[in-house]
Antibody, heavy 118, light 111 residues
Framework: QVQLVESGGGVVQPGRSLRLSCAASGFTFRYFGMHWVRQAPGKGLQWVAVISFDGRKTHYADSVKGRFTISRDNSESTVFLGVNSLRLEDTAVYYC???????????WGQGTLVTVSS | QSALTQPASVSGSPGQSITISCTGTSSDVGAYDSVSWHQQHPGKAPKLMIFDVNYRPSGVSTRFSGSKSGNTASLTISGLQAEDEADYYCSSYSRDSTLWVFGGGTKVTVL
């Protein structure tokens, strides 16, 4: 069955950077797009970014454009999210989800928590 | 403020039917048949329950159904059960630069 395992979260100071990873298994990774979605504590879901199956197309939410970078390594079945210039409001659980650019987001990982705090 | 508008809470008794609305615009819900609904239990990852307005993934109960009219989509849960108590989020593909938009979520309580 599909398994998505996020890692790389932690406590980080404002202005610093992190790289989140999502290791995929149970499906042919190179055939599918991948998304990142975040959820601030006690809040709703917010779409962050998507990358096409071949990595050629990427799209970002306006709120993270220019600071976050989505990428993938199909040889390792892993998708990444580089997060730079972190702000307090970036504190959230970050989920990766399987899905093409036009969706749907059909399988989700358990998430990794990023806490931005001084 | 979320891009899609959902009621904050909906409740019902076991066995009843409830409906959750999700209102967007002509740039998202009204533009595409790409509305999805996700269920999220506390501390858990979201789970896809409905995609493309009214399709159920394999394994999802037939008690869950979706529909759309204009800029508003709806999720109906029939024969409400205790296990249905969770948060539900709608989402839609969008013409705007932020490709995917979510609703603020609806807490379903089984009385």
């Amino acid at each position: 069955q599909v398994q998505l395992v996020e890692s790389g979260g932690g406590v980080v100071q404002p202005g610093r950077s992190l790289r989140l990873s999502c290791a995929a298994s149970g499906f042919t990774f190179r055939y599918f797009g991948m998304h990142w979605v975040r959820q601030a504590p006690g809040k709703g879901l917010q779409w962050v970014a998507v990358i096409s199956f071949d990595g050629r197309k990427t799209h970002y939410a306006d709120s993270v454009k220019g600071r976050f970078t989505i990428s993938r390594d199909n040889s390792e079945s892993t998708v990444f999210l580089g997060v730079n210039s972190l702000r307090l409001e970036d504190t959230a659980v970050y989920y990766c989800a399987k899905g093409d650019v036009a969706g749907p987001l059909d399988d989700w990982g358990q998430g990794t928590l990023v806490t931005v705090s001084s | 403020q979320s891009a899609l508008t959902q009621p904050a809470s909906v409740s019902g008794s076991p066995g009843q039917s409830i409906t959750i609305s999700c209102t967007g615009t002509s740039s998202d819900v009204g533009a595409y048949d790409s509305v999805s609904w996700h269920q999220q239990h506390p501390g858990k990852a979201p789970k896809l329950m409905i995609f493309d307005v009214n399709y159920r993934p394999s394994g999802v109960s037939t008690r869950f159904s979706g529909s759309k009219s204009g800029n508003t989509a709806s999720l109906t849960i029939s024969g409400l059960q205790a296990e249905d108590e969770a948060d539900y989020y709608c989402s839609s593909y969008s013409r705007d630069s932020t490709l995917w938009v979510f609703g603020g979520g609806t807490k379903v309580t089984v009385l």
